[in-house]
């Protein structure tokens, strides 16, 4: 990708009105474009080109330019991808990682120390919010995902709505699948489910056959696989392949094309899922309408609309302020989701309404393809859950289990 150093034409120039100070800015982008989170680092490295391209065709100022390093899916890899976005291009944003095992050690080793803005399309581990309760994360760190605090509880209803009373779970072996499998435990027995088994994984092995097997102990109504698309279809394979009930209970990355195809559409009639959701409104009907074209991927890829609205953020924060240093970029991030703004939407023409605003000095607030975005202190947002099955090789959304119902639930089983 084109490499353009972040660089503003003059001081004075950034002094004049916010946003509109002729400038440029690159903003780092790590995203995992290969290894087992390869599918949803591609489709969101593709929605940050395409926001910052819609920025700068409504006329954004500063123009953006995204310089994009490949994670492999590695912390290590990333955080090296990071050291030389921030110490030699001297980004003032990075958005990524993807998984929470990338993100995490992103953010301590590189973007808190440095305090410079991260916002991750992605990760929804909730150790994330507790560094930043804990006074890590210098508050530079944002997402739009929902934790999967929040996700645990949505999964737990669903599995039990659809008939799934007693689970085996395989989890691969870091701090999502970590996450995720105690919050949907709490949840699901709170609820009145049963796990019989909780297997964990190493990612990229050859063979996953003494995890299936251990999993299978116990007699479950079907498997909740908490995983990444090509392990995943491994462990989903090996799992039928050994008399496993055909019956799977599946997180958010694996709303995959990929995972579906090498595991076998005919296989997974009864496959039900959970993911960040979103609240239908002109930017997302401008994304569905678009992201093929632009992308050649499908508008549903895992991480993408997230990935977009990252990217938008990250830009209108610019725009708001009329500057490109990272600590202007933070104090926007909130700027651009004031709840008392006026709403402006996704795509060139929401852009070119939301620059007016700001050229005016009146506040906006961004609703994107995932819908209404407000930010917390800790960088956290709230918002719907997708229910979804995968039905003759096609992910078919279900229902929504919206905020308030999560909420509910939570007071539920907290009560009990």
């Not at 210098?138 to 007693?166: E, M």
Request: glycine fraction near 10%; charge should be neutral.
């Amino acid at each position: 990708m084109k490499r353009i150093l972040a660089a503003c034409v003059a001081a004075s120039a950034l002094a004049a009105s916010p946003g509109f100070a002729a400038c440029k800015v690159t903003v780092g982008v790590v995203m995992s474009l290969t290894g087992p989170a390869g599918a949803y680092g591609q489709a969101g490295a593709k929605s940050v080109e395409m926001a910052f391209r819609d920025l700068n065709e409504a006329g954004a100022a500063c123009t953006l330019t995204a310089e994009t390093r490949d994670a492999q899916s590695q912390g290590t890899v990333a955080v090296d991808a990071a050291k030389q976005l921030v110490e030699i291009s001297h980004v003032p944003a990075i958005i990524g990682g993807i998984i929470s095992s990338v993100s995490i050690p992103v953010l301590t080793a590189v973007t808190a120390p440095a305090k410079v803005v991260q916002v991750s399309p992605a990760s929804s581990s909730p150790t994330l919010t507790e560094l930043g309760r804990q006074g890590k994360t210098n508050g530079i760190f944002f997402r739009t995902i929902t934790s999967d605090a929040l996700q645990g509880v949505a999964a737990a209803r669903y599995a039990l709505d659809v008939g799934l009373k007693k689970l085996a779970i395989i989890q691969v072996n870091n701090d999502f699948g970590a996450n995720m499998t105690k919050e949907f435990a709490a949840a699901y027995k709170a609820l009145g489910g049963t796990i019989v088994s909780i297997t964990p994984y190493n990612e990229k092995a050859a063979s996953y056959d003494a995890e299936v097997t251990a999993a299978m102990q116990g007699d479950p109504d079907g498997l909740y696989l908490i995983s990444y698309p090509v392990d995943g279809a491994t462990i989903a394979r090996a799992w039928i392949s050994k008399g496993g009930p055909r019956r799977f209970l599946l997180n958010d990355g694996m709303n995959s094309g990929d995972f579906i195809s090498a595991v076998g559409a005919r296989y997974l009639d009864d496959a039900y899922g959970t993911s960040s959701g979103t609240e239908d409104s002109a930017s997302t009907q401008y994304f569905n309408q678009n992201y093929k074209t632009f992308s050649g991927l499908d508008p549903g890829s895992p991480a993408a609309v997230q990935a977009y609205d990252a990217g938008a953020l990250v830009g209108l924060a610019v725009a708001a302020t009329g500057k490109t240093d990272s600590a202007a970029i933070r104090a926007g991030m909130y700027t651009v989701t004031d709840p008392n703004g006026e709403a402006v939407t996704a795509g060139p023409d929401g852009f070119r309404h939301a620059l007016a605003l700001l050229k005016e000095g009146k506040a906006i607030r961004y609703v994107g393809v995932i819908g209404p975005i407000h930010f917390d202190q800790y960088g956290d947002i709230t918002g719907p859950f997708r229910l979804w099955q995968i039905k003759a090789g096609q992910v078919v959304t279900k229902g929504t289990l919206s905020t308030a119902d999560v909420d509910k639930l939570r007071a539920q089983i907290a009560a009990k």
